[in-house]
């Protein structure tokens, strides 16, 4: 199975700022198969990038996705008021579709 | 709009069983893969089980192996999930979600609110 460690595990930060996440996986994901999400309290996951790069429909450009093989990040350029959430990686290269542990990202 | 409507969940005893359903609408169901995720209290994600848009294709996470089976009906455009010999560490909200294409190997774009099934005597 490929595990997935993503980090830090808490992110905290400020409006505005910076913030970049961290996907590793424990083998090399084939042809970008990597995707992140994002969850916030009471709501189910939604997509934010696919292929690692992709920008899903109506993700705003402040989200990007970057990386191959077994490093890839997710970065957003300066943070919102409605950034602050918990974001996990999926890589969909194979079965078992195993999902990262998870970033929370949190007001500092 | 793409919808998915599960029902289904409860409390349930440990070793009991279980079917969850997801409804699904404003897409071409047959057309595309689907998976189950679930998400203990607190916790994290974990991917369940996933099937092709035929049907013909499934697969199983190990911690659910021999116990859950995932299946459609692509005339009901209905997904479901058989739980049997439920144990407490299967206690989540289960989501079902919709896969970007026919074959499993695609992200999941659109997600169901879930339905929460507690394993609890």
């Known amino acids: 199975d490929i595990v997935l460690t993503q980090s830090p595990g808490t992110l905290s930060l400020s409006p505005g700022e910076r913030a970049t996440l961290s996907c590793r996986a424990s083998?090399?994901?084939?042809?970008?198969?990597l995707a992140w999400y994002q969850q916030k309290p009471g709501q189910a996951p939604g997509l934010l990038i696919y292929?690692?790069?992709s920008r899903a429909t109506g993700i705003p450009e402040r989200f990007s996705g970057s990386g191959s093989g077994t490093d890839f990040t997710l970065t957003i350029s300066r943070l919102e008021p409605e950034d602050f959430a918990v974001y996990y990686c999926?890589?969909?290269?194979?079965?078992?579709?195993?999902f990262g542990p998870g970033t929370k990202v949190d007001i500092k | 709009e793409v919808q998915l409507v599960e029902s289904g969940g409860g409390l349930v005893q440990p070793g009991g069983s279980l079917r969850l359903s997801c409804a699904a609408s404003?897409?071409?169901?047959?057309?595309?893969?689907m998976g189950w995720v679930r998400q203990a209290p607190g916790k994290g994600l974990e991917w369940v089980s996933g099937?092709?848009?035929?049907?013909?294709?499934?697969f199983h996470a190990d911690s659910v192996k021999g116990r859950f089976t995932i299946s459609r009906d692509n005339s009901k455009n209905t997904l479901y999930l058989q739980m049997n010999s439920l144990r407490a560490e299967d206690t989540a909200v289960y989501h079902c979600?919709?896969?970007?294409?026919?074959?499993?190997?695609?992200?999941?774009?659109?997600w169901g609110q879930g339905t929460l099934v507690t394993a609890s005597s």
């Open positions: 979600a919709k896969v970007s294409q026919e074959w499993l190997l695609g992200y999941f774009d659109y």
């Open positions: 099937i092709s848009g035929g049907g013909g294709s499934t």
């Open positions: 292929g690692a790069s």
């Open positions: 083998l090399s994901i084939s042809s970008s198969y």
């Open positions: 999926q890589q969909y290269d194979n079965s078992p579709f195993t």
């Open positions: 404003g897409f071409t169901f047959s057309s595309f893969a």
